[in-house]
């Protein structure tokens, strides 16, 4: 059913330094104000202390590469053991970010794509994981989330990161069954609901019956990601390119009028909502969605997909700073977020505006840092009801001063931040995992 929209995948261009002169410099000392706070001891508790070292640990991995010679090697691995040690001694959910899978995606992704002599082994330690997955993936049927940060999607990006190997593809090949098999097929398209019991409690007030999550992180546009990369390394294609065009269609319908701040609101169902517009963030709002429909559309080669993909950026680009409502500077609501989507959009394209905007991010999250607050400099927001005071020192890939580390590391190197496959906004391709990269 893809054959008519089928073209040849494009090769991306070599990945190369963004940003120059007095702000590169400045990116390079803020990478390493926050890096110097990394060592320092932390209070976190529970499984946040796994997620943080093994943020940690990613963040070291990519310093080795870009700034080799020193002991960042060390590090990585240092830190990744106190995270797995972590991981072997509490419970922790099967969650790509937050949870054990992010261990386990971040110690994948170490020894096979960034530091295999020193990471690499010849027993497969995550063959145990793998295992594990493929386990409570057999069951016949899924109740548990389906998104990419804490459910289906997110197991699936996992089992990406995992290929060639055979249990990976059956894991893979589970996560799509499932997929499927809670999705609703509609006039519009194929679409996922999320249930009312799985929504946070103080949305569900808003929510009774449920809703439409429209946001990369939570919703529907992740599923678009990961299944257009599955179609892309050939699983189960009979059924994943029809349902792939049908969720494509269904997240297409839901743009609004131009008139709107935002093409893509929080929920399909915005009785529900009090504004149809959303923020403009990677976790939820156009940003995100457009560069996940991007990615999706280079995986399958589909040139009208990508340029709704860039015209939905470019309506992101667009509109005014002042509305985003950016929260702080990670990459989830924040700053580092925008600058680096919009800056793996520019590489795609080759979209001048996409290259200014993401410069001109890059300088206010600079900008936003004050020595002496959160880690390196940075605070997290969080919504009141996790923390009262909306605030928090944090150091973890998505929320925390990793991911800000990680996106200004990209903005001034030519390593290409594979990382951001944990958000979608890049895809590992069939010749990537056979070379083991």
Not at 330 to 347: N, Q, S, V
Request: charged share 25%.
């Amino acid at each position: 059913m893809m054959a008519h929209s089928i073209r040849p995948n494009q090769e991306a261009p070599r990945w190369r330094p963004l940003l120059t002169g007095t702000l590169a410099d400045q990116a390079a000392e803020t990478v390493r104000a926050i890096t110097t706070e990394l060592h320092k001891p932390f209070t976190h508790k529970g499984m946040r202390i796994a997620e943080r070292l093994s943020s940690q640990a990613l963040l070291h991995g990519y310093l080795a590469r870009v700034w080799p010679g020193g002991d960042d090697p060390e590090h990585a691995a240092r830190f990744l053991d106190g995270a797995l040690e972590e991981v072997g001694r509490q419970w922790m959910r099967p969650a790509l970010h937050g949870g054990f899978v992010q261990v386990s995606w971040v110690m994948q992704h170490l020894g096979a794509h960034l530091l295999p002599d020193q990471l690499g082994a010849e027993e497969d330690p995550l063959e145990e994981v793998e295992a594990a997955l493929e386990d409570a993936l057999g069951v016949e049927h899924w109740v548990q989330h389906y998104d990419l940060i804490a459910g289906l999607v997110g197991l699936g990006v996992f089992a990406l990161e995992r290929l060639p190997g055979a249990r990976a593809r059956r894991c893979l090949e589970r996560v799509v069954h499932h997929l499927l098999a809670v999705s609703e097929l509609g006039p519009q398209g194929r679409a996922w609901r999320t249930p009312p019991e799985l929504i946070p409690t103080t949305t569900r007030k808003k929510q009774q019956d449920g809703g439409y999550n429209l946001g990369v992180a939570h919703g529907n546009p992740g599923v678009v990601g990961l299944l257009a990369a599955a179609w892309a390394h050939g699983v189960d294609r009979a059924r994943v390119g029809p349902a792939l065009e049908e969720a494509v269609r269904w997240l297409l319908a839901q743009r609004q009028p131009s008139s709107s701040l935002s093409a893509f609101a929080y929920y399909a169902d915005n009785e529900v909502r009090r504004s149809q517009v959303s923020r403009g963030a990677w976790c939820y709002g156009d940003p995100g969605v457009a560069a996940t429909l991007l990615m999706a559309a280079r995986a399958v080669g589909n040139a009208e997909w990508e340029r709704v993909a860039v015209e939905t950026g470019l309506r992101a680009v667009r509109r005014p700073e002042e509305t985003r409502e950016v929260m702080d500077g990670g990459l989830c609501h924040g700053e580092a977020g925008l600058a680096h989507l919009f800056h793996r959009m520019y590489r795609l394209t080759g979209e001048e505006a996409f290259g200014r905007e993401a410069r001109e991010c890059f300088a206010r999250l600079v900008a936003r840092r004050v020595p002496g607050e959160g880690v390196g400099g940075y605070a997290a927001w969080f919504p009141r009801e996790i923390y009262t005071d909306r605030v928090e020192d944090n150091a973890s890939f998505l929320t925390g001063s990793v991911g800000i580390a990680l996106a200004l590391l990209a903005a001034i190197s030519d390593e290409e931040p594979a990382w951001d496959r944990m958000l979608l906004a890049s895809f590992r391709t069939p010749l990537e995992s056979r070379h083991g990269r």
